[in-house]
């Protein structure tokens, strides 16, 4: 059987093929009274990520915008910073001292030893420096002394107390540095912050005291450093240039309160 016949049918497909493809391409052709519709192969066939995923996004106050609306831009005016929480807190206002030296920022700090969220919640300490120092920008340092809880869940109404303290002051929780694993601290206190206000800490690697708890000095600066190299991708960022070798003390204004009798 001869094979001519197939060969026209052949020629006859591909040029049906490259009409439709050339119309896919091209704009709406006009003939006359008709219009020949551009088909949307091209846009099946060359859709971005964005485009594809163009899907509004609900922003706390509840407007709908963009995705590219919700990234935050990068705060460059000097702000107050106040860093509050239990023991690791005093090394890390150390080094946010020689940041905020370095960018032009206020920074104020209050170590409690042993404290966690449950003392500051059930006191007016953070109220009594919130209104004192009027931070534009907050520091939590608060979960390590509760690493060994069970049921971490039982310290949601503190940790909700905390923020509804903190109210729409831009903050950051800094995750406890684990020395061991936790039953489920930093998960919880990550499920209670607003998105991109969470730094966890827990799986870096730390130079430590003794104690094998604490940090060292220069592992809390360097711990600091990731923070920062974080902050880009927080909810509320601003400038934190990399403090230069020559800014060595900076004379923080740290105020120690003693641990609570247990």
Known sequence: MSRRPYIGLWLLLAVALAAVTWVAFFEDIHIGSYTVKKAPIAETIFETHDE???????????????????????????QVIFIFG????FNLALRLAQYGKQNGHEVHAVNWDSSNTKIWADHDTLAYYINRFHPTQIFIS??????????????????????????????????????????????????????????????????????????????????????????????????????????????PDIILLKALNK
């Open 52 to 78: 594809a995923s163009d899907t509004p996004v609900k922003t706390a106050e509840g407007d709908t915008v963009a995705p590219a609306q919700v990234k935050a831009e990068l705060d460059t005016l000097p």
């Open 86 to 89: 239990d023991s690791m807190t």
């Open 142 to 251: 608060l979960g390590s002394n509760e690493l060994y809880l069970k049921k971490p869940d039982m310290r949601r109404p503190q940790v909700k107390r905390i923020l509804d303290e903190i109210g729409d002051i831009p903050y950051v929780w800094i995750g406890p540095p684990n020395w061991k694993e936790d039953a489920g601290i930093n998960d919880m206190i990550e499920s209670m912050c607003r998105p991109g206000s969470f730094f966890r800490s827990a799986g870096m690697e730390f130079k430590r005291k003794k104690d094998g708890i604490h940090p060292t000095r220069e592992a809390s600066a360097l711990w600091v450093d990731s923070i920062m190299r974080w902050l880009p991708k927080s909810t509320h960022p601003f400038r934190a240039e990399t403090p230069a070798d020559s800014i060595r003390k900076s004379n």
